[in-house]
């Protein structure tokens, strides 16, 4: 059995399904080979290159995602699908193509399809019409260390500041500045802004925001953060969630798409529409320790359900099955 595992070219902004394949890389064994596009997933010449490029790779391949357009003459596949944001947000003729070439045809030339969370597979199933037993639930893993390094520059105490990773519009870190900035709440954002989200950053005295951090620092931010505010409207997974209870940061999340799913018993869970919901949640954390530390427990109860090695061996049983079926 030889697999290759193909990962696209990412741009500066991109490491999530990077991260998600690197933690489970030391689990898989030789027979599992990795493959990085040599092209960007941008214009339609280079997106023709990937799909020459990785048509004869190996007796399986597997896209991680993003790129799933490229299994279009593969005769063994497996595609993962992290989520649907993509579609949702575009419109006209842009939906029309995005949905043909990134989720309908790779959908029905996949041996097996992956998917990251149930919310995913639902969303998955209102998309395409494809038999159910094709898609596989398999949750993303933990990726993240507990090593951490002090950011010197970090302007708040510990447990003083709510902590909101991403800036993308399904993130609604808008709701979350609108609440910390009219309530006088440190809050600390790792993305880079939009002019409307700098916009609503009136008091720079309450708010600080970081780009490109590294894990180690990542780490220290979790650690030192009051709580991680993770409100958006949909995610296919939400990886902040498990890394914030994997290193005992209290999580607040939304209790729609597959926010609930992942964060189990071991968060808060609000509207993200409502204020209201967000202020009263991030109030209860700052103003109880009990509160604190039940999230805290509880969530590292939770993230024990996405141990890497875990993650890794229900792959290899993937890629076997595959093997094992009749051409």
Same mark, same amino acid.
């Given at each position: 059995?030889? $697999? ?13 399904? #990077? ?11 030789? =027979? ?19 799909? =020459? ?7 399986? $391949? ?15 596949? %497996? ?50 019409? %494809? ?24 302007? +708040? ?23 910390? =900035? ?5 809050? $600390? ?17 309450? +708010? =600080? ?24 409207? #949909?995610?296919? +997974? ?23 799913? $992942? ?26 320790? #009990?509160?604190?530390? #039940? ?33």
């Amino acid at each position: 059995m030889e $697999v290759t595992l193909v990962l696209r070219k990412s741009m500066s902004n991109q490491f999530s399904i #990077e991260k998600v394949f690197n933690s489970l890389h030391q689990y898989f064994g030789p =027979q599992v080979k990795r493959h990085k596009s040599s092209f960007y997933s941008h214009g339609i010449w280079n997106r023709l290159r990937i799909i =020459q490029e990785i048509t004869y790779l190996g007796d399986l $391949v597997h896209i991680a995602g993003d790129i799933t357009f490229a299994n279009l003459f593969i005769k063994k596949s %497996i595609v993962t699908f992290h989520d649907f944001e993509f579609i949702h947000r575009a419109r006209g003729l842009k939906r029309f193509i995005l949905n043909l070439f990134w989720v309908k045809l790779p959908s029905k030339r996949a041996t097996k399809i992956t998917v990251i969370s149930k919310a995913s597979q639902e969303a998955l199933f209102d998309l395409v019409d %494809i038999p159910k037993n094709k898609v596989n639930l398999i949750y993303n893993p933990i990726t993240i260390g507990k090593k951490s390094a002090p950011l010197k520059n970090l302007k +708040f105490a510990i447990n003083s500041f709510v902590f909101c990773i991403g800036t993308k519009a399904n993130k609604n870190l808008e709701t979350v500045i609108e609440v910390t =900035q009219s309530n006088h709440i440190n809050l $600390v954002i790792l993305g880079d802004l939009s002019k409307k989200q700098q916009s609503l950053l009136k008091n720079d005295s309450t +708010f =600080q925001n970081f780009t490109n951090v590294s894990e180690k620092h990542l780490v220290y931010l979790y650690q030192q953060a009051a709580l991680l505010c993770f409100c958006s409207f #949909e995610e296919g +997974f939400g990886l902040p969630i498990i890394e914030a209870q994997y290193l005992d940061c209290p999580v607040i999340t939304s209790n729609c798409s597959s926010m609930p799913e $992942v964060a189990g018993n071991g968060a808060l869970l609000v509207n993200p529409n409502s204020k209201e919901e967000i202020l009263k949640a991030i109030k209860y954390v700052f103003s109880s320790e #009990e509160a604190r530390l #039940e999230l805290v427990s509880q969530g590292r109860k939770n993230a024990k359900r996405f141990a890497p090695k875990e993650i890794a061996r229900q792959y290899i049983d993937l890629y076997n099955e595959v093997f094992e079926e009749k051409n």
